[in-house]
């Protein structure tokens, strides 16, 4: 099996990437930089998808059973487009002309919005809020439509917040901080959902979109879940610290985040207030129904190996 990836150094890319070497495939890499250690059978292409052509990329595609696609950017805006959009169509030009099997399309939740309430499947109305939401939503409806003329299989998985001791995103760092520091507090209610899924679980997923021979055409939502109140159970537990117990009403913190949101040092922002009070749900129904999807990594088994990493313990 020859399998094409690009964001091969990332945090999921990087998994991928140690797993088709470890089961024996040919690894196609994608980088903008010379990578070194790889393995035996892995090859890195050095071309940039914002400003290469499609035939720049025939070579890394070439000969490929499979083509993930993990590559993104995530926080200049300014080249959301040419590398979501745009990078994502010359690879697939490059994949359609290569004779490509498969195309895997790592998405993301982002594209259906801020549902406050509900579950949310993958047919729920997409409503994208930033500059990147809406670009992986265009990249995903292009090769939808691309899809249609029966070229090249398409699969698209759509993550929710995704975590690992890894992680380069200092988020869930913080959020265990002001936990162990005592300064954490419930805001409005502690039955919000925390949505979330382990890297490790991302991997089994792309791996079962990759393969799976029911996984073709379809768009997959992976993610658990856990209430507010069981979260901080577990991570308290974990660092030996008090719980939270503290709830202040929603509207005031709306109201305070409105008055002092402008400081910098100021903490709470209207999106965190939002992701602090959530309570819709992620379901991912489908790939467990469809593929038999299962994670190798409870959600509650991964919050304890990441409070490890957090303590120095691991």
Request: hydrophobic fraction near 40%; charged fraction near 20%.
């Amino acid at each position: 099996m020859q399998v094409s990836i690009t964001g091969a150094t990332g945090l999921i890319g990087r998994r991928l990437v140690r797993y088709y070497e470890e089961n024996g495939a040919t690894v196609h890499i994608l980088s903008r930089e010379v990578q070194e250690n790889l393995g035996k059978n892995t090859k890195c292409f050095q071309y940039d998808l914002r400003s290469c052509s499609a035939d720049d990329l025939a070579d890394f595609v070439a000969g490929s059973d499979v083509v993930f696609h993990c590559a993104a950017e995530l926080h200049d805006s300014s080249t959301m487009y040419s590398l979501n959009v745009q990078g994502t169509q010359k690879l697939y030009e490059a994949a359609s002309n290569a004779k490509v099997h498969r195309w895997v399309q790592l998405s993301s939740v982002g594209i259906y919005g801020r549902p406050r309430v509900g579950m949310i499947s993958e047919s729920y109305a997409p409503d994208p809020q930033n500059d990147y939401e809406k670009s992986k939503l265009e990249a995903d409806e292009w090769l939808l439509a691309q899809s249609r003329q029966g070229k090249v299989e398409l699969v698209i998985l759509r993550p929710s917040t995704v975590f690992a001791n890894d992680m380069p995103n200092q988020s869930l760092f913080q959020l265990f901080r002001a936990i162990q520091s005592g300064k954490f507090f419930y805001i409005g209610t502690k039955q919000a959902q925390m949505n979330y899924v382990h890297a490790d679980d991302v991997l089994t997923a792309l791996v079962l979109c990759g393969q799976h021979e029911d996984a073709a055409g379809e768009t997959f939502i992976v993610s658990e879940n856990i209430s507010m109140a069981d979260f901080m159970d577990i991570v308290a537990s974990q660092l030996r610290c008090r719980q939270p117990s503290l709830v202040i009403p929603e509207w005031t913190v709306r109201v305070l985040a409105g008055l002092f949101g402008w400081m910098p040092c100021f903490p709470l922002t209207a999106s965190r207030i939002d992701a602090l009070t959530n309570r819709c749900i992620f379901l991912d129904s489908h790939i467990r129904e469809r593929l038999g999807y299962r994670p190798s990594l409870s959600l509650r088994q991964g919050l304890v190996q990441f409070s490890g990493k957090f303590t120095g313990g691991e």
